[in-house]
């Protein structure tokens, strides 16, 4: 009787946990998105540790716990900086270092974000048909030239933050149609696993204070057959509301859809004050944090012991390495000539030291 009840007890367990991923007693993905650092390395930037020490800034982000670097990859983009060619580059860099590697695709020559989704100017006059051929042989071309210089990426996203659809407007989900989107993302998946079977495909929102928005959206591309192995999310807790708030929507997307989760982005400014003459994307904190490295320190911390409880493997912070360098501006279009929105935001101040408050913990 006792060796009944006791598989009894493992198959309901096994049966309740069927096709949930395992919760995450520790992040796993500790990351940090650099992709701005060659500009400023290229431009002479120096950046500091914690005992002062000038140190290649790879290996000072090591020595507070990062284990990923995320680079963005834009199509063709005016600066010449974050596309192909300097991204095989920084993923070298990045893999010498033992570093993991999350390559961001914007499928655009510029920033794509909830606001904004434009084409590359290549494939501006392209439907839906051709987008797909376009979305594959690109997404194939880039993670098989990485693959083909050693640094093939760990995991890659599908778009960044799309919200709404990406590759305006024929992939823009309007009046709750998801086709074309889907059509894009499954180009995206099936280039990515053509490339590499193990690099880990993410499709990435900034949702995380919306439940009903963020099930509408994966709901939405789950409904059309898209695949994908992460869910990432963007938070920020200016724009993205409480941290129990983004524990619900965590352990929800966990759930419901029996995948990872991970914060691709986050960041928290450390003064409200500004370094250059371009205004901040970021001017005011949350309740709790002060604006200043340990308020700074202290809530990173909690956005990672936040997402860790609620099972997410990773967290990722936005451009901790962009300090206010002259030339190394917001707009690619004017990369010489425009300021730095996040020099606020880095985990480096304006002199290149790190914030000795902050630590990437798993």
């Not at 991923?21 to 950046?47: E, F, I, K």
């Not at 006059?125 to 997404?139: F, S």
């Amino acid at each position: 009787m006792k060796r009944l009840l006791t598989a009894l007890v493992l198959c309901l367990a096994a049966t309740l946990t069927a096709g949930q991923p395992a919760h995450a007693a520790t992040l796993r993905m500790l990351g940090a998105d650099v992709s701005t650092l060659q500009r400023a390395l290229d431009l002479g930037a120096r950046y500091y540790d914690a005992n002062g020490s000038q140190r290649d800034p790879l290996d000072i982000l090591k020595g507070v716990g990062v284990n990923h670097v995320r680079l963005r990859v834009w199509n063709d983009p005016i600066s010449g900086y974050n596309n192909k060619v300097k991204v095989l580059q920084q993923a070298r860099a990045a893999k010498a270092k033992g570093l993991k590697l999350m390559i961001d695709f914007h499928y655009s020559d510029t920033w794509a974000d909830p606001g904004k989704q434009y084409k590359p100017a290549a494939w501006a006059g392209h439907g839906i048909n051709q987008l797909q051929t376009d979305v594959y042989d690109y997404t194939y071309d880039v993670c098989t030239s990485l693959k083909a210089q050693g640094t093939t990426p760990d995991s890659v996203q599908i778009g960044n933050e799309i919200n709404t659809g990406m590759l305006w407007d024929d992939g823009r989900v309007i009046n709750n149609n998801f086709t074309n989107l889907s059509l894009l993302l499954k180009a995206g998946y099936n280039a990515t696993k053509a490339c590499n079977g193990g690099t880990q495909v993410i499709i990435h929102t900034a949702l995380a204070e919306n439940l009903s928005s963020a099930r509408w959206f994966y709901d939405g591309i789950r409904a059309r057959g898209v695949p994908w192995d992460i869910t990432g999310l963007s938070y920020y807790c200016m724009w993205h509301g409480s941290l129990s708030n983004l524990s619900a929507v965590i352990a929800d997307m966990r759930s419901r859809y029996g995948k990872d989760v991970v914060i691709a982005e986050t960041a928290y400014p450390f003064t409200p004050d500004n370094a250059d003459s371009t205004r901040n994307a970021v001017t005011s904190g949350c309740s709790g944090y002060g604006l200043t490295w340990q308020g700074q320190g202290a809530e990173f911390a909690a956005v990672q012991s936040t997402a860790r409880n609620a099972g997410a493997i990773g967290v990722f912070y936005w451009e901790p390495t962009w300090y206010a360098v002259p030339g190394n501006g917001w707009d690619p279009a004017n990369i010489n000539g425009s300021g730095n929105e996040w020099d606020n935001m880095a985990v480096f101040n304006w002199t290149g030291h790190i914030n000795p408050e902050v630590r990437w913990i798993p």
